[in-house]
C-alpha cells in the first residue's frame, strides 16, 4: 500500500470495509511508515460531524496548501470519508484544486470518485487462525490472565472463527472473559450475543459495541437497501442470484423489481455489507456472502422492521429452496452424483437451517429431506448430527407418508449402525424391510436387504448373511436397478473377504462391482472394493500390488473430499506397512487417519486408529504409550458400547504383547492414565515420538500375523478348546470371565466359518495352530 501512494497516478486511495474491521489501524501504520520516509501528514476525523456540510467543511479546513514543485510530499489522512460522501460532487471539485496532494482515507463506502482508488479492507483469516487467535489473546490476557486461555484453544478458535476475524469483535469478546469462561462465552455467541457486548470504556463512542457500529453502518444505506438486507440475512452463507429472485419471489416486498434488487446488491457491496464470493458450484455464475455480524444485526432488523410474519414466511420459501434443492438429484449416480453432493457441501449451512424450520414448523416434508441426507451424512462422517436430527424428524406427530417415514426409519438405522454397531441396527432395519414388503415395494425392500445382509455379518457371521445378499441382488437386477445391484454385490464381496473359505466368492463378487459402478461412471462407491481387494492382496502375501491399489484409492477419496473412505485407506494402508516392519510409516498413517475422523467426528473409528496406533507404538518401543492408548481404546468402547466391536471393513488388532511387555500392575496403571487422555492429546503427543524413532534402529521382532484375521487372544482360546478345555477352564488359564471367553468363541467362530467345537478343532489343526 506504501508503494501505491507513491505512485503520482493515485490522488485518492479510500480503505473500505465495515465497522470495524481495522481500517483506521492500517491507516495510521502506513502513514507511520510514510512519516519516516519524509512525507508531511495531516490528519481529519469526520465521524462527529453533523452532517454532510460539515463534514465538508472540517475538510477543507484541514486542507493544507498546495505543495511547491519539488517540495516534501503531502499527505491528508480522512477519517470515515462516508460522511462527506452525500456531497461527493464537491470534494472532487475540492481536491481537484489541490492537484499536488494525495489523499489517504479511510470509509465504509466507496465515493464513487473518477480519480479514486479503493483498497478493500478484509476480516482477519480464519483459515489457520493465528492472527485472529493473537489478536483475541491479547486483549483476553488483560482481563482474564488468570484465567489459563492457553488450556482453552480449541474454544478460543472456535470463538474466532464463529465472528468470521472480525478484529473489533474479537476485541469486544474478549473483554467479556472478565466475567465469563470461554465456554461459555462461545456459548453465548452462538445464541446471538455479539451485538450486545460492550468494549472499554475509552473506545470511540461508535466502536463502543458491534451494535452501534451497525447502527451507523445501515443508518448510510438507502431506504431500499436497508430492508433487502434484512430479507437477504435469511441465507446462511453464500448465496447466487438465482437463489435471491427464487426465494425473494415468495415474499414480494413493494417495487422491489429485479432491476432495483441488482441495485440494492450493489449498494450493499459497495457499504460493505455483501461481499462477492466464488459461486458454490465453482461456475463463473456471481455469489454474494453477508459477513456474520451484519447478518445477526440484519435478523434483528427483518424481525423489528418487517415482522415475524414476513421473516417466517422468508424462512419458509428458503426452505422450499434449498430442500428441493437437495431432492432434486439424490437418486443420481455417477457424475451427476457427485456434483450433487459437491453442491448439497457447499449450501450445507442453508440445507442445515432449512431443515431446521421444517423439523420446528413440524412439516412432513422434513422426512424427504432428512432421508436424502444420509448419503451427506454418511460420506463426511456427520454421524451424530444425523441421528440427532432424524430422531427429530421422526418424533414429530404424525408427519408425511408410509414410504418417507420408512425412508427417514432407515437412513437412521444406518447411521446408527455406522456409529456404533451394525448390531444395534438389525432390529430396525429388519422393520423396514417388512415395511417394504407389507407395501408390496419389491425394489425398496431388496435396497434394505443390502443394508440388513451387512448388519447380518457384523452381528451373526457370512452365514447369515449371504443370503440376503443374494436375494436383494437377484431382485435388483431384474428390476434394473445397476447402481444398487452393484453395491449388493461390494458389500457381499466384503464380507465374503472376511472369510478364509470364500475367497473366490469374494474376489469375484468385488470384480463384479468394480465392473457394474465403472459402467455407471461412479467412482465413489468403488472404495469399498478396492479396499477389500486391498486387504485381500496384502493376506495373500502380495503387498506391492495391495499398497498400490489402496494408494490409489486413497488419492481418489482425497480428491473427493471423502474424508470417512480416505481413514480407512490409511488404516489399511497402515497396516500393510506395519506387517512389513515399516511401523514409524505405519503410525503415521494411523495417525492422519485418527486426524481426519476426529474432524468429522466419527468416534467409533477412533479405536481402529488408537489400536492400531498403539500396535505401531508397542513395535517402536514406546509400550508404555501404547498401554496408554489401549486404556484410551477402551474408554471408547464403554462410551459407545462397543465392546468387543470390529469395525468393518477392519480386522481385529492383536494388543496381547503389549500386555505382555509389561508387568500387570504397571499395565493396568497405564491404561487407567490413558483413559484420560482426549484425541487431542494423543494428536499431539505422539508426533514428536515418532520424529524420535526417524532414525533407524532395533525394533522389536514383528509378531506373527495368524490367519483368519485372529487374534493373539482368540488363538489361545481356539488352541485351549482343542485340547478339551471347558470354558470355565478357558477362563480359569487366562484370568479373564467366563463372559468374555463367550465373546471370543463366538468371535473366532465367526472368523473362522464354523458353529461348534469339533469344527473349530479341525480348522486348527488344518491351519497348523496347534504346531506353533
Given amino acids: 500500500m506504501v508503494r501505491l501512494l507513491h505512485d503520482p497516478e493515485v490522488r485518492l486511495l479510500t480503505l473500505v470495509g465495515i465497522g470495524g474491521v481495522g481500517k483506521s489501524r492500517l491507516a495510521r501504520q502506513v502513514c507511520e511508515e510514510l512519516g519516516r520516509g519524509g512525507t508531511e501528514i495531516r490528519a481529519v476525523e469526520l465521524a462527529g460531524a453533523s452532517g454532510p456540510e460539515a463534514a465538508l467543511a472540517l475538510l477543507t479546513e484541514a486542507l493544507p496548501a498546495d505543495p511547491a514543485e519539488g517540495a516534501a510530499p503531502h499527505l491528508l489522512l480522512v477519517e470515515n470519508l462516508e460522511a462527506v460522501l452525500p456531497l461527493a460532487p464537491a470534494l472532487g471539485a475540492l481536491l481537484a484544486g489541490h492537484p499536488r496532494l494525495t489523499v489517504l482515507a479511510t470509509s465504509r ?25 493473537e489478536l483475541f489473546l491479547w486483549h483476553a490476557r488483560r482481563v482474564a490472565y488468570q484465567g489459563g486461555l492457553d488450556a ?44 450486545s457486548m460492550k468494549g472499554a470504556v475509552d473506545l470511540p463512542d461508535r466502536h463502543r459495541s458491534l451494535g452501534r457500529v451497525m447502527d451507523d453502518s445501515v443508518t448510510a444505506l438507502s431506504l431500499a437497501a436497508r430492508q433487502l438486507l434484512a430479507r437477504l440475512s435469511v441465507f446462511e452463507d453464500r448465496f447466487a442470484y438465482p437463489a435471491v429472485a427464487d426465494v425473494l419471489a415468495d415474499v414480494p416486498a413493494e417495487e422491489e423489481a429485479d432491476e432495483t434488487r441488482w441495485e440494492g446488491i450493489s449498494e450493499l457491496v459497495a457499504h460493505g455489507m455483501l461481499h462477492p464470493a466464488p459461486s458454490a458450484d465453482g461456475s463463473s455464475g456471481i455469489a454474494f456472502r453477508m459477513p456474520g455480524v451484519v447478518r445477526e444485526y440484519a435478523r434483528r432488523l427483518l424481525r423489528e ?124 432395519l429388519q422393520e423396514c424391510a417388512d415395511g417394504w414388503q407389507d407395501a408390496g415395494e419389491t425394489t425398496a425392500r431388496a435396497r434394505t436387504l443390502v443394508d440388513l445382509a451387512a448388519a447380518q455379518f457384523e452381528a451373526h457371521g457370512f452365514d447369515r448373511a449371504e443370503p440376503l445378499y443374494r436375494e436383494a441382488i437377484g431382485v435388483l437386477d431384474a428390476a434394473g436397478d445397476r447402481w444398487w445391484a452393484a453395491r449388493a454385490r461390494s458389500l457381499l464381496g466384503a464380507s465374503a473377504a472376511a472369510t478364509e473359505k470364500h475367497r473366490a466368492l469374494a474376489r469375484t463378487a468385488l470384480d463384479e462391482a468394480v465392473r457394474g459402478f465403472r459402467e455407471l461412471g461412479e467412482s465413489t462407491w468403488t472404495h469399498v472394493p478396492y479396499q477389500q481387494l486391498g486387504r485381500m492382496l496384502h493376506e495373500e502375501g502380495h503387498d506391492v500390488q495391495a499398497v498400490a491399489l489402496l494408494s490409489e484409492g486413497l488419492g481418489l477419496a482425497q480428491r473427493n473430499g471423502d474424508d470417512w473412505n480416505a481413514s480407512v485407506f490409511l488404516n489399511l494402508l497402515a497396516d500393510v506397512r506395519l506387517t512389513r516392519g515399516e511401523a514409524a510409516p505405519a503410525a503415521g498413517h494411523h495417525l492422519d487417519s485418527l486426524r481426519l475422523v476426529e474432524g468429522i467426528g466419527a468416534r467409533p473409528r477412533y479405536v481402529w486408529c488408537l489400536e492400531g496406533l498403539a500396535s505401531c507404538l508397542d513395535d517402536l518401543g514406546e509400550t508404555s504409550y501404547a498401554a496408554r492408548l489401549v486404556g484410551l481404546s477402551r474408554a471408547v468402547r464403554s462410551q459407545l458400547t462397543l465392546d468387543s466391536w470390529v469395525e468393518f471393513p477392519a480386522r481385529a488388532i492383536d494388543l496381547s504383547s503389549v500386555e505382555w511387555n509389561l508387568p500387570r500392575p504397571v499395565f493396568e496403571r497405564l491404561c487407567a492414565e490413558g483413559a484420560g487422555l482426549t484425541v487431542g492429546d494423543v494428536l499431539t503427543e505422539v508426533p514428536p515420538l515418532l520424529s524420535a524413532k526417524g532414525s533407524p534402529g532395533p525394533r522389536r ?5 495368524h490367519p483368519d484375521g485372529l487374534t493373539g487372544r482368540e488363538v489361545q482360546v481356539l488352541r485351549l478348546i482343542a485340547s478339551g478345555a471347558t470354558s470355565r477352564a478357558i477362563a480359569s488359564e487366562l484370568f479373564i470371565s467366563i463372559e468374555t471367553v463367550g465373546r471370543h468363541i463366538s468371535n473366532l467362530y465367526r472368523k473362522i466359518g464354523v458353529s461348534g467345537r469339533a469344527e473349530a478343532t479341525a480348522h486348527a489343526i488344518r491351519s497348523g495352530l496347534l504346531e506353533e
Fill in 109 to 133: 463506502a466507496a465515493s464513487g470518485l473518477t480519480d479514486e482508488h479503493l483498497f478493500r479492507v478484509r476480516p482477519l483469516d480464519v483459515t489457520d487462525g493465528a492472527a485472529a487467535r
Fill in 701 to 705: 521382532e514383528r509378531r506373527r500375523r
Fill in 152 to 195: 482453552h484453544e480449541q474454544t478460543v478458535t472456535a470463538i474466532c472463527r464463529l465472528l468470521e476475524g472480525h478484529p473489533l469483535a474479537l476485541i469486544i469478546a474478549a473483554r467479556q472473559l472478565a466475567a465469563l469462561p470461554a465456554e461459555a462465552l462461545l456459548a453465548r455467541l452462538r445464541e446471538g450475543w455479539s451485538l
Fill in 305 to 428: 422492521e418487517a415482522g415475524a410474519q414476513t421473516a417466517q414466511a422468508l424462512r419458509g420459501a428458503h426452505a422450499r429452496h434449498f430442500g428441493g434443492r437437495v431432492l432434486d438429484g439424490h437418486e443420481e449416480h455417477g457424475a451427476a452424483a457427485e456434483i450433487w453432493a459437491r453442491r448439497v457441501e457447499e449450501e450445507l449451512p442453508d440445507v442445515r437451517a432449512a431443515l431446521r424450520f421444517l423439523i420446528d414448523s413440524a412439516d412432513a416434508r422434513s422426512l424427504d429431506l432428512a432421508a436424502a441426507l444420509r448419503g451427506p451424512w454418511l460420506a463426511r462422517g456427520r454421524l451424530r448430527e444425523g441421528i440427532g436430527l432424524l430422531d427429530e424428524v421422526l418424533a414429530l406427530p404424525a408427519a408425511g407418508d408410509g414410504a418417507a417415514r420408512l425412508r427417514a426409519r432407515e437412513a437412521h438405522a444406518v447411521l446408527t449402525g455406522a456409529s456404533s454397531s451394525y448390531a444395534h441396527a438389525l432390529p430396525a
